[in-house]
């Protein structure tokens, strides 16, 4: 029942900046944690960074200091705000939501029932 709609992938060189977008489809679900995920070729699926509506937040080590997640909730929608990439930050990002009300930035790729389609982001010389 929720459709999630992610833009802003794309390829860039290390060191540039991308910005990834999220909307729902569903406003209530605006009271549900959200966030994103990557999928690397021959990797399992990991946690970049997820969100609460009242802004509670959790960051993978990888990208702490680097990415910043953010939430518009009037607009149902979730940012990835990505600076100074890596190339080992290439993969596919997934933006998700759960499915519960939840005061606590949820991490665990169980917690999370929504997915949007993913976007590729290449980052390369």
Do not use: H
């Not at 200091?65 to 518009?72: E, P």
């Not at 930050?89 to 939501?97: K, L």
């Amino acid at each position: 029942q929720v459709e999630l709609v992610e833009s802003g992938g794309d390829l860039v060189q290390p060191g540039e900046s991308l910005r990834l977008s999220c909307t729902a489809s569903v406003s209530t679900i605006r009271f549900n944690p959200m966030g994103w995920f990557r999928l690397a070729p021959g990797k399992q699926r990991e946690l970049v960074a997820t969100a609460t509506t009242g802004g509670k937040t959790n960051y993978a080590d990888s990208v702490k200091g680097r990415f910043t997640i953010s939430r518009d909730n009037a607009k149902n929608t979730v940012y990835l705000q990505m600076n100074s990439l890596k190339p080992d930050d290439t993969a596919v990002y997934y933006c998700a939501a759960s499915s519960k009300r939840s005061v606590v930035a949820l991490s665990a790729l169980r917690d999370y029932n929504y997915w949007g389609q993913g976007t590729q982001v290449t980052v390369s010389s």
